[in-house]
């Protein structure tokens, strides 16, 4: 089985540490040796010094020695009993402190399909319930596969809702079609956001992405408690116009025209939405910007090397370099609970922010994909981030960037590529030749494609065999396959307060 890679920089964190315990202290007398290879013999100075006087002075000062020493005895034991006695009571005031003082260290959480329990805190403090309050979707029950309540598909981000007494998704008519209407369905997905954009998109009997079912508004005084109270089923739409749906002001660049194998320095304000992920201040990883409050990432990110506790984690955004930027403190982690270490099958995760970010022309979101939303192999699709700019190297101190090609899972599970590894999660991005590459500090980034004069993010770095070798594209997760799982994700822990 080819060996995988995965792109997280640990070298970066541990090599000093690693170098530290190397080091083998030499400049003492006891570690010089003689030229002759004899051993050296410790030498006292004070001998030195005393040896040259008479006998008589010798009686003396060994006398005054004598004294002297005594005295420096009982003043070390005066200093010892005192520091015992300020640790000892340092460790009173510490033990009566964890008496009535229990500190939650915050563990990110594993979590599919299934709403938050109490089995699931990850916390090591008894009790706590961490799990944020769950706010289930209109149309989830415990005995039926999860349905995503809103659909927005293709490109065109037409616009779907899913009824659950019909047991099918219609799609919704423009007529009758309110602004109001756009913040209740962005609020369902998840999403708080300020900028919602909705205009008309013709459909056609022939679209294949439109089903044979329809349904206008309602017109109703008091808004209904669910969406599917706005619904009333219609043959067709009768200005033959769908919903076109947009939740957030997302995918611009400020900025257009590469760790990065084979790329170059990123312009300020290109890639907004990207950041780094830091460990104690240390960069591991990437990540990309999808809302106000959160941040996607890789799984393997926090999981391969134990990387779960949340507070040790900050979010650095709005800048391209490495150095100290807009810095931000993590109140939730969440991985997907199918993540598997071995294959790196499902390598997603979400990071929830402890505040709102404001957006900028250096700070905002990417567009996530739509769904059945297709992107072009030799389209305009590009990596970014600050990992190793050649395997085996050094992170990269400026965001740097590359353009890539999309290459199909066929092709890709070759056997002179990675022969039957290449999941449904997955797609493989770069050149067949190598050079250009992502590499390690880079997991958690994102792929991005341009469709529409917009920025969509297609994939999640998450592994590869070496960086940029021939026949050995990066592997990325396929983010348009884990769709279900990211809005889940975000209405039940919703932005919304």
């Known amino acids: ?18 170098r530290e315990q190397n080091v083998i202290p030499s400049n003492t007398p006891e570690d010089e040796a003689p030229a002759n290879g004899s051993a050296v013999q410790p030498v006292d100075e004070a001998a030195v010094i005393i040896s040259t006087v008479t006998d008589q002075q010798n009686v003396v000062g060994s006398e005054k020695t004598s004294l002297c020493s005594l005295q420096r005895v009982s003043r070390i034991l005066v200093c010892i009993s005192s520091i015992l006695s300020v640790a000892a ?18 563990q990110a959480c594993p979590d599919y399909l299934e709403t938050c329990a109490t089995s699931l805190n990850c916390s090591f403090a008894d009790g706590a319930n961490l799990c944020p309050p769950s706010r289930p979707p209109s149309n989830q029950t415990l005995a039926s596969k999860y349905r995503n309540p809103v659909l927005l598909l293709t490109g065109r981000s037409l616009l779907q809702l899913y009824s659950v007494n019909a047991g099918r998704y219609y799609t919704v ?13 962005c609020r369902e997905l998840g999403f708080n956001s300020q900028s919602i954009l ?18 206008v508004l309602n017109k109703t005084v008091v808004p209904p408690a669910n969406l599917e109270g706005f619904l009333s089923p219609v043959e067709m739409c009768p200005s033959q116009e769908g919903v076109s749906l947009q939740c957030t002001d997302c995918g611009r660049s400020a900025a257009e025209n590469h760790r990065i194998v084979g790329g170059s320095p990123s312009a ?28 996607m990432s890789a799984a393997h990110c926090f999981v391969l090397s134990n990387f779960l506790t949340v507070g040790r984690w900050k979010v650095h955004a709005g800048s391209t370099s490495l150095n100290p930027s807009t810095s931000l403190s993590i109140h939730n982690i969440y991985y997907n609970g199918l993540y598997n270490p071995e294959s790196n099958d499902y390598d997603v995760a979400l990071l929830k922010t402890s505040q709102p970010m404001g957006f900028s022309e250096t700070l905002r979101p990417v567009c996530l994909p739509r769904t059945k939303q297709e992107f072009k192999a030799t389209g305009n699709c590009w990596i970014s981030g600050w990992g190793h700019v ?18 199909s899972s066929q092709i890709c599970n070759q056997s002179s ?7 449904a999660q997955m797609l493989c991005a770069g050149y067949l030749d190598g050079k250009v590459d992502s590499c390690q500090g880079d997991s958690g980034g994102a792929l991005v494609c341009q469709e529409g004069g917009l920025w969509w993010q297609v994939g999640i770095v998450s592994w590869g065999e070496g960086c940029g070798r021939p026949n050995r594209p990066g592997v990325y997760t396929n983010l348009t396959a884990l769709l279900d799982w990211v809005y889940h994700r975000l209405q039940t822990d919703s932005e919304i307060p």
């Not at 008519?173 to 369905?185: A, D, E, F, R």
């Not at 909705?198 to 349904?215: I, Q």
């Not at 050649?390 to 290459?407: D, Y």
């Open 173 to 185: 008519c423009h007529q009758g079609w309110k602004s109001s209407h756009g913040w209740t369905v």
């Open 417 to 423: 590529h990675y022969p039957g590894l290449i999941t």
């Open 1 to 18: 089985m080819t060996k995988i890679s995965k792109r997280i920089s640990l070298y970066d964190i541990f090599q000093e540490d690693h």
């Open 268 to 295: 300020w304000g290109r890639w907004p939405w990207q950041v780094s992920l830091r460990w104690d201040g240390r960069h591991v990883c990437g990540g990309s910007i999808i809302s106000s409050q959160w941040v």
């Open 89 to 106: 009571a340092a460790l009173s005031i510490l033990l009566i402190l964890q008496y009535f003082y229990h500190p939650v260290v915050q």
């Open 390 to 407: 050649s395997e085996g190297g050094q992170l990269s101190p400026v965001l740097r960037e590359a353009k890539v090609h999309l290459i």
């Open 198 to 215: 909705s205009s008309p998109v013709p459909l056609s009997a022939t679209d294949p992405t439109c089903p044979e079912s329809f349904a």
